[in-house]
Structure formats: C-alpha cells, structure tokens
C-alpha cells in the first residue's frame, strides 16, 4: 500500500511525546509498520520519477534514512528523530541536483537543489554568476516555477566569498552557500492517494533549475 496512513503520524506524534527507548522497544511492531509504509511510498515514487528522471535508487527502503539519532557526542540529543526522510540520488555525474522528502506531523515538505555543495561546485556555480546570472535568475523567477517552489533558499556569506568582490552585480546570488527550494504539504496532501504523483510533479517543475546548473557542473568534463 503506497498511500500514507495516518497511523504512521500517529505513531510519530506519540515518538515525539515518548522518545525514549523503553517506549520504543515497547512500540517496536508499530515503528516496523510505520517504516514499512513510507517504504512503500517511496518505492513508488522511485517507479513514478524513474519514468520522469534518471534516478540511482532501487528501493524505498534503502532510500531512507536511520531514525535513529546519533547521540555520541551530544548528551541531551533524544534517542530517535521524530520524523521519516528520504532522499532520491540522479543517475551519473552528468545529472546533477538532489531529492529530499521528509515526513513529519505538521512539518512534511519536499526540498530539492544543492545543499552544502563541495568546495569545487561551489566555485564553479559562484563563477557562473558572477559571469552572467541571467539563466539562473529567468529559471528562479519563472511563475510557474515560483508556483511550485517558492523562493530560493540556503545559508549566505554575511558579505561576499573570499575571491569575490562585494561589488560584484551579482553578489545577492554569490553570496549563497547552497541553493536549495522547499515545498510544503498539509494532511489533506499526505494521506491523499494521489500525493505520490502530486510529489512528482512538483519534482519535475525543478527540471529547469536542475538542467542549467547540471551543465555549469559538468562542462568542466569536456574540458579534459
């Protein structure tokens, strides 16, 4: 079953008021569920993008993370997170960008871009502005892409990047450290049986962004 079930946001909602480890291993046949049902999920939304997108991924299971909290080095950290999130990886070093999907009571949303690029893509997107930001910002700007998506996100420099300058024209883009969008979703949206496709779609309106900026990060290829 790929649909949702409210369930499994009860199940996290009471996580949230019991995260401890007595609970959960009290709890453990309906932690099982839980996961097994956004297991489901994105199983099926991996079959629905694989025939929109090249995508890496071959299972919903694999595709999630461990909702177990690492607390090694952080004392007051609860044990377990209170949410479910996935993410789906574009095939080949020529497809470039991510999928986020995050699944949590009264805070579910889908994030899509470049979060915390390395040093060298970094350079690279920053160089590409710098040049000329009209592609980027005619993509960003776009209405039905802001229909979807919003507003660009992500952490910023307080002034300009080392080796850029504060003048630069373009520095309101420069300044940027990752170039990430969100989209949120209310209950009516999750336990939807058509919240599958309504994810897709959304991820296929990024299509445009994740184009241009997979050619400002691979034409270096052609070069060698």
């Known amino acids: 079953m790929s649909q949702i079930q409210k369930s499994t946001y009860t199940f996290l909602e009471e996580l949230k008021a019991n995260n401890n480890r007595d609970w959960f291993t009290e709890h453990k ?27 890496e991924n071959e299972s919903g ?6 909702i177990y909290n690492d607390v090694r080095f952080s004392k ?5 997170k209170v949410h ?3 993410s789906l990886t574009r095939a080949t070093r020529w497809l470039r960008g991510g999928y ?3 699944f949590e009571p009264g805070n579910t949303f889908i994030g899509v871009g470049f979060w915390q690029p390395n040093s060298e893509d970094i350079k690279l997107i920053r160089d590409e502005l710098s040049h000329d930001s009209t592609p980027f910002r005619d993509i960003i700007n776009d209405s039905a892409f802001k229909s979807v998506w919003g507003e660009l996100q992500g952490e910023t420099v307080k002034t300009a990047p080392r080796g850029y300058s504060k003048e630069d024209p373009n520095i309101d883009l420069i300044r940027y450290k990752g170039f990430t969008f969100s989209k949120e979703f209310n209950s009516a949206d999750i336990f939807s049986e058509d919240f599958v496709f309504e ?10 962004f994740f184009d241009y900026m997979s050619e400002v990060l691979t034409r270096h290829f052609e070069d060698h």
């Open 199 to 208: 994810v897709t779609k959304a991820f296929l309106a990024v299509r445009p």
């Open 84 to 86: 479910f999130g996935a």
């Open 76 to 80: 007051g950290k609860p044990p377990y």
């Open 29 to 55: 046949p309906r932690y099982v569920q839980a996961h097994q049902n956004v297991a489901d999920f994105m199983d099926a939304l991996i079959t629905e993008m694989k025939k929109v997108d090249q995508i």
């Open 61 to 66: 299971k694999k595709s999630m993370f461990r």
């Open 100 to 102: 986020y999907i995050h």
